[in-house]
């Protein structure tokens, strides 16, 4: 029998998955859980794993890894899609496929699958990231290859092979999550004028509810990358978790965003990102003294070409490499801290500080003339004014 690494949960459909490859397909299955943050007991999944029919299941804990070598590279580059999603699940999915990939290679195994739906992003970013690390690998994507149509014929598959099926009512949302962020979609979110309940949030607070008094901290950055709360150093993993926390306290990082997908339809999400949020405004508090003005300019250009590469599933593509090191390079002289305060849904920048500021205060003083030569500013005008009185003499 031929191996096949599966992408596994625990949850329904991936346990459905794996039979129907067992039986169906005839593979010898290997699940396979990757532990990012999520926060699940995953404790219980080898034995469940054996339970529904596979030979092997492998738990891999990755969160220092993603934090360190997916998350940071994404935050250094500023990276928003669409002006507003943070990229949670998306830059989670290479770094699972890629952790899949080492365990087929490691197990001998022939192919890959993964539960991911015919309609969503996530089968893009499985295979764009097996086609960039293991082309040779075969893969099986059940949700559109199998006969199964209905979440009533999935449930009826379940019931004639004895897999646990939830007796409780169906969640009202499907939801993703890891270190980053937690997000819903589905339900009653699949109309976009309805609002989300509020006890569907799990990593925050409501604004309203969050204390009344105000949460004051300090990141401190090292080339580019956060490397303490408070004066505290933590690692990657660590540093997320703590904002996370404190973010989630205080009502921040909520997000309700209607993106346009992959595969060409609009999606609407609603997302949790407590700690992701923190680091974007205390990044671009620390960039505004460090970073020179036309180095930034070109940031904000190639900052939504970089964004759409991660959300199409090419963080292994070339163009993404190229880039990252451009964004790594632009992102270099941040070092220093970064003053925040937390209150009722809104981050605060109230101070920055860095070992390399290009801020003088000697220069931009308004009580002082600190080198600068108010005259010189009369030729700058005349010149950059010139364009201007040539299209008016034109126009007469």
Not at 331 to 358: E, F, I, M, W
Request: aromatic content about 8%; charged content about 25%.
């Amino acid at each position: 029998m031929s191996k096949v690494v599966l992408a596994y949960s625990g949850g329904l459909d991936t346990s459905v998955i794996l039979k129907w490859l067992e039986v169906e397909r005839g593979y010898e299955v290997i699940a396979y859980a990757a532990d990012i943050g999520q926060k699940e007991e995953l404790g219980g999944l080898p034995e469940k794993a054996s339970a529904t029919g596979a030979v092997k299941c492998v738990v891999s804990d990755l969160r220092e890894e993603f934090a360190r070598d997916f998350i940071f590279p994404m935050l250094r580059a500023g990276a928003v899609y669409e002006d507003r999603y943070l990229l949670g699940t998306s830059i989670a999915r290479p770094l699972i496929a890629k952790e899949q990939v080492r365990i087929a290679k490691a197990e001998g195994a022939e192919a890959v699958s993964h539960g991911a739906t015919g309609k969503g992003n996530d089968q893009v970013r499985f295979e764009l990231t097996y086609a960039a690390l293991a082309p040779e690998l075969k893969v099986v994507a059940p949700w559109r290859e199998w006969d199964i149509q209905s979440r009533a014929e999935l449930m009826a598959f379940a019931k004639k092979y004895g897999i646990p099926v939830p007796v409780t009512a169906a969640k009202p949302y499907s939801s993703d999550r890891n270190l980053l962020h937690i997000s819903f979609e589905g339900g009653k979110l699949e109309d976009p004028w309805n609002g989300p309940d509020e006890d569907m949030f799990l990593l925050s607070v409501s604004p309203e509810n969050a204390p009344d008094s105000p949460v004051e901290l300090e990141i401190g950055y090292e080339n580019g990358n956060p490397v303490s709360v408070n004066g505290e150093n933590l690692s990657p993993y660590d540093l997320i978790d703590r904002l996370n926390r404190l973010g989630g306290e205080n009502g921040i990082g909520r997000a309700d965003i209607v993106e346009n997908r992959i595969t060409g339809m609009k999606s609407r999400g609603v997302y949790e990102t407590p700690g992701g949020t923190i680091l974007h405004e205390a990044r671009i508090a620390l960039e505004s003294i460090t970073t020179d003005a036309e180095v930034a300019t070109v940031r904000r250009e190639l900052m939504p070409r970089y964004a759409g590469l991660v959300y199409e599933g090419n963080w292994f593509a070339p163009e993404r490499e190229l880039l990252q090191k451009l964004f790594d390079e632009a992102a270099s002289p941040l070092t220093g801290v970064v003053r925040l305060k937390l209150y009722k849904g809104n981050v605060t920048v109230t101070g920055r500080k860095a070992d390399k500021s290009l801020y003088s205060q000697e220069v931009a003083s308004f009580e002082e003339d600190g080198g600068y030569a108010h005259s010189d500013a009369e030729g700058f005008i005349r010149l950059k004014g010139l364009r201007l009185k040539i299209r008016n003499l034109l126009n007469r």
